[in-house]
């Protein structure tokens, strides 16, 4: 039992380059977010799903798409890297909206 | 915007203190949630607590909640050197699904 997988670990970026982060559950969990967390920014929500099919926006989603074509898979695109996008992404997801999230190990990203 | 606010931004205290952390929140919720992350790690579910329920405790843990003052704590009783890490509250909102955390509360334990 993986949990939430995370790839790559660390990722340095041009500006202007495009990217997908990926992540992947084996729990069967409908819930997936992603989050971006920035030196005492805390984490803030770029976008979500409560299921296949189903995505919305969070807080912070200029500069990135997401797709849930399937329940296990949520990527992360990074359309144009900015300097602004170098933080640490993580993705997490849970069973429905009454249960705990878990979440990945994390994405580093550098934007130069 | 950010839903939560955690007080203090900032805790040290010697092993075997009781650490108390608080998270003011400014919407109606669903829950109420507390992680755990240590330095460079992903975070970690601790414990959730309902919008209809005041207490909730969880081994050395323990969270209240008062939706009246928008508010929760989280106790941690008889404090490890290893407790050391920053503790979130995150809340789910009553008309949505999004989870929403506040900026975290570093505590530090010291041997």
């Known amino acids: 039992n993986a949990g939430v997988t995370q790839t790559p670990k660390f990722q340095v970026l041009k500006t202007g380059q495009s990217m997908t982060l990926q992540c992947a559950q084996d729990?069967?969990?409908?819930?997936m977010s992603w989050y971006r967390q920035d030196p005492g920014m805390g984490l803030r929500l770029i976008h979500y799903s409560v299921g296949a099919g189903i995505t919305d926006q969070g807080e912070v989603p200029n500069g990135y798409n997401v797709s849930r074509s399937t329940t296990e898979d949520f990527p992360l695109r990074l359309l144009s890297a900015a300097p602004s996008q170098t933080s640490v992404y993580f993705c997490?997801?849970?069973?429905?909206?009454?249960?705990?999230?878990?979440f990945g190990s994390g994405t580093r990203l550098t934007v130069v | 915007s950010q839903q939560g606010e955690e007080d203090p931004q900032a805790l040290s205290i010697q092993e075997g203190e009781n650490a108390t952390m608080n998270c003011s929140y400014k919407t109606s919720i669903n829950n109420l949630q507390w992680y755990r992350q240590n330095s460079g790690r992903g975070l970690v579910h601790l414990i959730l607590i309902r919008s209809n329920e005041r207490e909730k405790h969880s081994g050395r843990l323990r969270v209240t909640l008062d939706t009246s003052k928008k508010s929760s704590s989280l106790l941690i009783t008889a404090s490890r050197a290893a407790d050391t890490a920053s503790y979130f509250c995150a809340t789910i909102g009553g008309s949505n699904y999004k989870l929403t955390f506040g900026k975290g509360t570093l505590l530090t334990v010291n041997p």
């Open positions: 729990m069967n969990h409908e819930y």
């Open positions: 997490a997801s849970s069973y429905d909206s009454t249960s705990g999230y878990t």
